[in-house]
């Protein structure tokens, strides 16, 4: 298969593994421990079924909508993921033009091999920032570079005090290229003598300096240091929830971290509901993990999610034809949703409904004859 013959997203990940490193895709593609959650991600959408109108008019299909108050052309935004130079040599550069052509949200990871301030020179693009925090001085350096280079919101990322148990990453013995920098971390590189400490690469020893200490105290200390609206990245409980609610975030993003933190947790669209439930409208309910199809999208909305991100269709999209695979990754979901919207028939995105469909709780309710 070449790159022009791909029809769906899932197509570029084929791809990608004849092409990448066998370290490089094992660093994308793999997931914690037995990959049941990184799987489940995916297979939870084929336990819900669309229930669609008909005759209805939908020679005019609109996909734009608004997320925290910036509009974009479609629910469709680009996750945080570290290291875009590893399948690309332009990198998060390529990502963030694509992301701009297509007039929607890029996230750049703290992780990125691109700096803060080379992708905002790029375009004028909407960008968040994913922000892990090592210690506070070194976030907030990083939030203030963001905010003076027109980031719009910083995504914290809470479920990775300490990164998860991948496999594959042991096995290939997984470290950063010796010619890519983690741009934005230069001044926590680990030393030479930490490195012997902990017995690892540089890699693991940077995650080491993670702030394993991080609690809900941190989040309203962030918001004190920023002006920019602060997201949370990796809510997947009713109780994490509500705290994010006392806390005066500014929405959540429902994530397991595409499965590749604890594993066995729950796919992310199978705990979305409950969590849009507890949110109470107050604060924009997001979802990643396991979007690959435009019926995923419209699922997650239907159940409720003001937006997804999606991370290694991204990625492998890059591999395969940097800047352009990416604005081709993205079309892609966009015509698979508008199809889908227009077979379901919706006009645009809030005639998205729940009624849309039916998931297997609903259909396992005794009353139902589904
Ligand atoms: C290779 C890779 C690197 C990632 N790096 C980050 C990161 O730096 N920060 C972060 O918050 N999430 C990171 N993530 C998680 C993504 O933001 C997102 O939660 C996940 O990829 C969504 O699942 P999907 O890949 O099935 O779309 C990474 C994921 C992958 C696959
Ligand atoms: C600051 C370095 C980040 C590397 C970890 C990236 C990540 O979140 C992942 O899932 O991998």
Redesign the pocket.
Known sequence: MMATDVVNVKEFQVLAKQKLPKMVYG?????AEDEWT?EE??RAYQTIRIWPRILLDVSNVDLSTRVLGFDITMPVMI?????HKMAHPDGELATAQAAAAAGTVM?L????TSSIEEVAQLNSGIRFF?L?IFNKTNAIQLVQRAEKSGYKAI?L?V??PRLGHREADKKNRFALPPHLSLKNLIDVVPSQEQQEQIKGSKFETLIACMDQELSWKDVKWLQTVTKLPVLI??VLTVEATEQALQASVAGI?V??????QLDHVPA?ISVLEEIVVAARGRIPVFL?????RGTDIFKALALGASGV???????FALAIDGETGVKKALQILHDELELTMALAGCCKISDIKRSHVRTLRDRNRPSSRL
């Open positions: 660093f994308y593609a793999s997931g990184l991600n995916e996750a945080p993921t570290s290291m996230v990871s703290t992780g990125a994913q892990y995504v990322t479920d990775t990245k990796g993003i994530s397991n971290h595409g499965g590749r992310t990643d993990g396991g979007i690959r991100f999606v991370g290694r269709p991204i990625l």
